[in-house]
């Protein structure tokens, strides 16, 4: 049934339920997450806590105009035969090469490895590193563990491993960031960072924050890269700076 013009609400006045305007070090980004396969909900609602525009990617023209991918978290076979079907493999690989930062998050870590040893899923070879899948045992073996991860002010980050892999070999361009028992679970090369856990399945925003500085957000923050995603201009540094403490503590 249609309503007559005459009776239709005016929503735009009686409902002025205007969304609350971004705050936080990622105003002024618009970032992607890969949205094929795993817990790409939870990255993007930690990116908008954040204040980035946080944008699901399916298709090839939503990897425009963004600043950042992540690739998160779920069965790296599924993520990358998914990626093939939709056509993303090539255009994330040329993102990356004009510049764009990617995040990859367990199953992403994997995904974007230049290898893999233990199922040899073929990956995207963003980073110079060889992934060992499931590399802490079967899914009953998952666990949390508190890190220091370089780079990462305000102490331990508590971490989610959900099956995880490690980084077993890493090239001399690869930072290593963080370590499990010895072995590698977080590293960064260039604009690509990779951890083996799950920083978005915590309340603690602050692996996201580093994330979002490499795409020149938050501190980092220059005129330059102000623009890139159609971005207001920056806002003063104390008030963006006071933005994840704030949420960190709730
Ligand atoms: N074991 C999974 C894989 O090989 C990754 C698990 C995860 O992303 N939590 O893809």
Do not use: Y
């Not at 230049?114 to 992934?131: F, K, N, Q, W, Y």
């Not at 508190?146 to 077993?168: C, K, T, Y």
Request: with cysteine.
């Amino acid at each position: 049934m249609s309503v007559p013009r005459s009776t239709r609400r005016p929503d735009s006045i009686l409902s002025p339920e205007s969304r609350p305007e971004p705050t936080g070090p990622g105003v002024g980004l618009t970032v992607g997450v890969l949205a094929l396969q795993g817990d790409f909900r939870e990255h993007r609602a930690l990116l908008e806590r954040l204040g980035c525009a946080a944008r699901e990617v399916r298709r090839l023209h939503d990897l425009d105009g963004l600043a950042g991918l992540v690739i998160p978290g779920g069965e790296s076979t599924t993520i990358h035969k998914l990626m093939e079907a939709h056509g993303l493999s090539a255009p994330i690989r040329a993102f990356h090469a004009r510049g764009g930062a990617v995040f990859g998050t367990c199953a992403g870590l994997i995904t974007v490895a230049r290898e893999t040893v233990e199922g040899h899923p073929p990956t995207l070879g963003l980073m110079d590193i060889v992934a060992r899948r499931n590399a802490f045992g079967r899914q009953v073996a998952s666990f949390e563990a508190d890190l220091a991860i370089a780079g990462v002010p305000g102490g331990p980050v508590r971490a989610v491993f959900i099956r995880a892999p490690w980084i077993e070999r890493a090239g001399p361009a690869v930072e290593v960031l963080a370590r499990h028992d010895g072995h590698i679970v977080a590293a960064r090369q260039g604009r690509v960072l990779v951890t083996a856990f799950h920083p978005e399945l915590t309340d603690d925003t602050r692996v996201h924050e580093s994330f979002i500085a490499m795409m020149g957000g938050g501190a980092a923050r220059t005129a330059a890269t102000a623009g890139v995603c159609g971005a207001a201009a920056p806002e003063p540094p104390r008030a963006r700076r006071a933005q994840p403490a704030a949420i960190r503590n709730r």
